[in-house]
């Protein structure tokens, strides 16, 4: 007989959270890795994982300091000697409590926009589960350039592997940058969709042709989700309107054309979920439609 197999399963799915998503307050950890239980039961956890040196807390000054979790250099050492994400590599800030503290506004939003995807599926039986949502996947465009969206999501409709898979690049802006670099990342969106990497000494052949190197991880090219907060409803309109005005630009026809480009205010998101039609398409900001339309619609 086996005896306690799946002890550690929580603690287990906890920690690989925290290093996935790279940071998350307790009410946060609590809805993505234990929505049926007490969230006293939560707190317990992480207090025993911070007492065994695997993940650390800073304490925010505003009303309520709220705790944030963030995973120790040992943690994030165990985590990914795991299976699931062994290929992971977090970056070497990620459990320093300076650079958590600075960059918690954003860190924060990335989690509570994953967290409105899981929540979503979890109410429409759809399948997305916590370590679904991959914060920071390194893509190559070469000469030592990289596309580093926010967060990839892989969601499947329905509840079994008959469902359609889909997958997103996310990319949150707090309106900390203006409208045009925000506008500008579709530019390397559009490299990221066109980039064919060379191998050293190797030429390509008619047996095998040189192909882009998101096909190597993707069936199809991921769609683009551009999700808005920290502005008013002016400041998104600007960053709307930036957008579209980008897609005129004739290097990106090809791109736009097969990969959805779709833009929704964040509050949007948390009030009606991201599978209400609160998405606009860049090329028509008129329009609102679902995220997890067909390519064929």
């Known amino acids: 007989m086996v005896i306690g197999v799946d002890a550690g399963g929580g603690d287990r799915l906890a920690l690989a959270v925290l290093v996935q998503y790279r940071m998350a307050t307790t009410e946060q950890m609590h809805w993505v890795i234990a929505p049926g239980v007490r969230i006293e039961q939560t707190r317990r956890r992480l207090a025993r994982l911070r007492e065994e040196g695997?993940?650390?807390?800073?304490?925010?000054?505003?009303?309520?300091?709220?705790?944030?979790?963030?995973?120790?250099?040992?943690?994030?050492?165990?985590?990914?000697?795991?299976?699931?994400?062994?290929?992971r590599r977090p970056s070497r800030t990620a459990s320093d409590p300076t650079a958590v503290r600075l960059a918690v506004g954003h860190g924060l939003t990335v989690t509570e926009t994953g967290l409105a995807f899981l929540q979503d599926a979890r109410r429409r039986g759809d399948v997305c589960r916590p370590l679904d949502w991959m914060t920071e996947v390194h893509h190559s465009i070469g000469n030592g350039h990289a596309v580093i969206p926010d967060a990839l999501l892989y969601y499947r409709h329905g509840p079994s592997s008959d469902g359609s898979m889909l997958r997103a690049f996310?990319?949150?802006?707090?309106?900390?940058?203006?409208?045009?670099?925000?506008?500008?990342?579709?530019?390397?969106?559009?490299?990221?969709?066109?980039?064919?990497?060379?191998?050293?000494?190797?030429?390509?052949?008619?047996?095998?042709?040189?192909?882009?190197?998101?096909?190597q991880r993707y069936p199809l090219f991921p769609r683009l989700l551009f999700v808005l907060d920290g502005t008013g409803p002016v400041g998104i309109e600007n960053r709307i309107s930036a957008l579209r005005a980008a897609t005129r630009e004739l290097a990106l026809y090809a791109f736009l054309r097969e990969a959805p480009v779709l833009v929704a205010p964040l509050t949007d998101l948390l009030q009606d979920g991201p599978s209400a039609p609160v998405w606009r398409p860049v090329q028509d900001p008129g329009s609102r439609i679902p995220w997890d339309l067909s390519r064929d619609t």
């Open 54 to 87: 695997l993940i650390e807390r800073i304490t925010l000054p505003q009303a309520g300091r709220r705790r944030v979790w963030f995973p120790t250099a040992y943690g994030v050492k165990v985590a990914c000697e795991w299976p699931e994400l062994r290929e």
């Open 170 to 215: 996310v990319e949150v802006d707090r309106a900390t940058m203006g409208p045009e670099r925000l506008a500008a990342k579709l530019a390397s969106y559009a490299r990221l969709h066109s980039y064919i990497p060379t191998l050293p000494g190797r030429r390509p052949t008619m047996q095998e042709p040189r192909v882009e190197g998101w096909r």
